[in-house]
């Protein structure tokens, strides 16, 4: 059973526009969450993270919103540019930072930015 | 700086072989992970060390997996013996307690 849940497997976006990526968990334990973009070839790269005690954090073109009572998190880009283009994983971990514990990923959203 | 470095990045083998993956962390991090990415699970954790000692192993698939951190600047993963599906992308990972997991550029396996 997944206890993280990306529903999408792939999301197209027009060029300029905004990308939303979405994230549901079932681990009430879950305290951190973090998203990771990756691209072919290399391995997964940090972009955002919010704790669980917020429900927005934003850097620059980046905002993951976070809705405890739903458990459900979403990743907003905007606005979405053609090296946006890559898989999203969204990741939870039980430890605030991330660094401490393992991360439980989701099975990543491929987003495509049409230009 | 050098970021986190798996060697080798592609392995190929035959079923039977013994294989290991081999991974430094970044200077200083403490914290090192091993995850596994395949199609049908998607990313997931298989071990992680804290000051060169396993804290959680529960992911490790088989008794035919093994990982080591002899000192704080290396690690391996061995599989003994490899089998087909065992065929998949493997990244190290590392961290301080408060922040975020490094990756690395992942070693890619195919059993034979």
């Known amino acids: 059973d997944q206890q993280v849940k990306q529903n999408s497997p792939s999301l197209s976006v027009q060029e300029g526009r905004i990308s939303i990526l979405n994230c549901d968990y079932t681990?009430?334990?879950?305290?951190?969450f973090l998203w990771y973009k990756k691209y072919p070839a290399e391995g997964p790269t940090f972009l955002i993270s919010?704790?669980?005690?917020?429900d927005k954090n934003e850097d620059g073109r980046f905002t993951v919103f976070l809705n405890k009572s739903a458990k459900h998190l979403s990743l907003h880009i905007v606005p979405s540019q053609p090296g946006d283009s890559a898989v999203y994983f969204c990741?939870?971990?039980?430890?605030?930072?991330?660094?401490?514990?393992?991360?439980?990923f989701g099975k990543g959203t491929h987003l495509i930015i049409q230009p | 700086d050098a970021g986190v470095i798996q060697s080798p990045r592609h392995e190929v083998t035959e079923m039977g072989q013994e294989v290991t993956l081999r991974c430094k962390p970044i200077?200083?991090?403490?914290?090192l992970f091993w995850y596994r990415q395949t199609m049908m699970r998607g990313l997931e954790l298989l071990i992680y060390?804290?000051?060169?000692?396993?804290?959680?192993d529960s992911g490790m698939p088989e008794d035919r997996f093994s990982a080591k951190m002899p000192n704080a600047s290396f690690s391996t993963l061995k599989i003994q013996p490899s089998e087909p599906r065992d065929s998949a992308v493997y990244f190290c990972?590392?961290?301080?307690?408060?922040?975020?997991?490094?990756f690395g550029p992942g070693t890619r396996l195919t059993v034979l």
């Open positions: 990972a590392s961290s301080t307690p408060a922040d975020t997991q490094y």
């Open positions: 681990n009430s334990m879950f305290d951190y």
């Open positions: 919010i704790s669980s005690i917020k």
């Open positions: 990741a939870a971990s039980g430890a605030s930072g991330g660094g401490a514990d393992g991360l439980t």
């Open positions: 200077s200083g991090h403490n914290s």
């Open positions: 060390f804290n000051n060169n000692v396993p804290i959680d």
